[in-house]
């Protein structure tokens, strides 16, 4: 882990549809740079459970099966950012959505974020938006090909990482199951949703010429490779 008092990251934003293994890459970089990942779905699940303001608005509007507005994700968002561990920068994970979403992260950063941490009357310093990109049909495969154990939760394919018996666990031999979220018809339907809600937060940042593309179709650990390259490219010294 990069010594903290070194090394300031910044925010990072991983763009990218299901299946492009933004969890997988998120995990490396908390793991290499000691950041930590920012959940706007766990967020929002913490608020609701330890039943806080934000929280308790959030639940009345999903129990009427709403979508939470910007306004409560926006507030969220927010308080999780300004806590220490955020400081040195932080890894978005389900955020921003939509352009209007990237907009406001852009002027909270500006207002409420690097304002304070500007060493030496230095540059803001913008976020690293790294967009994943996957072939449409390797994400086909990708997420219809997943199997799930339902005791241990272990993840098979079968295309890329079969089990050792075809439809079995490899731990316990329990059979495996194709969650309903991995059926194709629903991956399909998941992935034109992406494509018409997310495109516009891409072509927010290429505008801006701060979208960073990376072959995701690559071996795991060559994604990782050319990530950590991008961002050590953009971090800032101390």
């Known amino acids: 882990m990069v010594n903290e008092t070194v090394r300031r990251i910044g925010p990072v934003v991983?763009?990218?549809?299901?299946?492009?293994?933004?969890?997988?890459?998120?995990?490396?970089?908390?793991?290499c740079y000691g950041i930590p990942q920012v959940s706007t779905g766990e967020l929002l699940r913490d608020h609701v459970a330890r039943g806080t303001r934000l929280g308790l608005e959030a639940k009345a509007i999903m129990d009427r099966g709403e979508l939470v507005p910007d306004e409560l994700i926006y507030g969220i968002v927010a308080g999780r950012l300004q806590q220490p561990?955020?400081?040195?920068?932080?890894?978005?994970?389900?955020?921003?959505?939509?352009?209007?979403?990237?907009?406001?992260?852009?002027?909270?950063?500006?207002?409420?974020?690097?304002?304070?941490?500007?060493?030496d009357g230095r540059r803001e310093c913008a976020p690293v938006v790294i967009q994943l990109a996957v072939d449409y049909t390797q994400l086909l495969l990708r997420l219809t090909g997943r199997r799930t154990c339902?005791?241990?939760?272990?993840?098979?394919n079968i295309h890329f990482q079969p089990p050792k018996v075809n439809g079995l666990c490899d731990v316990d031999g329990t059979p495996l199951i194709t969650?309903?979220?991995?059926?194709?018809?629903?991956?399909?339907?998941?992935?034109n949703v992406y494509e018409e809600q997310?495109?516009?937060?891409?072509?927010?940042?290429?505008?801006q010429g701060r979208l960073v593309t990376v072959n995701a179709d690559l071996p795991v650990a060559r994604v990782t490779g050319e990530i950590f390259g991008v961002i050590d490219a953009c971090s800032e010294i101390h």
């Open 14 to 31: 991983l763009l990218g549809p299901p299946g492009a293994g933004k969890g997988t890459q998120a995990r490396q970089l908390v793991e």
């Open 85 to 119: 561990d955020c400081r040195r920068g932080f890894v978005l994970d389900g955020f921003p959505r939509t352009a209007a979403q990237a907009e406001w992260l852009d002027a909270f950063l500006r207002k409420e974020f690097f304002e304070n941490q500007r060493v």
């Open 150 to 156: 339902p005791t241990d939760g272990r993840i098979y």
């Open 179 to 191: 969650r309903n979220d991995d059926r194709e018809e629903v991956v399909r339907e998941r992935l």
């Open 198 to 207: 997310t495109r516009p937060v891409a072509d927010y940042y290429r505008g």
